[in-house]
C-alpha cells in the first residue's frame, strides 16, 4: 500500500467530481422540496415530473462515477432527500489517499460537521476512468472499526 495523499490523483479528482454533481443534485432536490412542503407547489403533476426528471439525473450522475451505476444499493432512497446535503466538498475534507493498486486507491475523508463521520471511499480505474465502489464505509469518533455505509 503506497499512501500517495495526492489530492490531484486522477481517482481523487474523479470522486470530487461526483461530490460536486451529488451537492448540485441534492440542494436542487432540497430546494424543491422545501417548496413543496411550504405549499408553494402544489401541482400534483408538476411535482412528478419533478422527481422523474431527478431520477434520470441520478442515474446519470451514477453511470458516470459509481461502478455499478444505478445498481448502487441506496439508489432509491436518493429520492427522499434529506434536509441537507450528504456531499459537500466544503464540509467533507480529505485525510488520506492510498494507492493499494496501481487500480486501485483508498480515499478518507472526515465530515467537518454533523456527526464528524470519518468515510472511506473505494475507487478502481476501469480503462482510462476512476469509478467510486458502492462499498463507502464509516466509521464514528475514529473508532477502528469502519461499517457500511453504502453511497
Same mark, same amino acid.
Given at each position: 500500500m503506497k499512501q500517495v495523499h495526492n489530492e490531484n490523483h486522477p481517482a481523487v479528482l474523479a470522486l470530487k467530481d461526483f461530490f460536486f454533481d451529488m451537492h448540485g443534485w441534492e440542494v436542487e432536490m432540497i430546494n424543491y422540496n422545501e417548496k413543496v412542503d411550504s405549499g408553494e407547489i402544489t401541482v400534483e403533476a408538476e411535482v412528478k415530473a419533478f422527481f422523474h426528471r431527478q431520477r434520470e439525473k441520478l442515474k446519470g450522475i =451514477? *453511470?458516470?462515477y459509481?461502478?455499478?451505476g444505478e445498481q448502487a444499493t441506496r439508489f432509491d432512497s436518493f429520492l427522499n432527500s434529506s @434536509?441537507?446535503?450528504i456531499y459537500d466538498q466544503d464540509r467533507e475534507q480529505i485525510? @488520506?489517499?492510498n494507492e493499494q493498486v496501481p487500480n486501485k486507491v483508498i480515499v478518507e475523508t472526515i465530515q467537518t460537521h454533523a456527526y464528524h463521520y470519518k468515510i472511506?471511499?473505494?475507487l478502481i480505474r476501469t480503462g482510462d *476512468?476512476? =469509478?467510486v465502489r458502492d462499498n463507502r464505509k464509516y466509521s464514528l469518533n475514529f473508532e477502528t472499526k469502519w461499517k457500511s455505509y453504502p453511497l
Open positions: =451514477f *453511470r458516470k459509481v461502478d455499478v @434536509s441537507e446535503p485525510v @488520506s489517499v472511506m471511499y473505494t *476512468r476512476w =469509478f
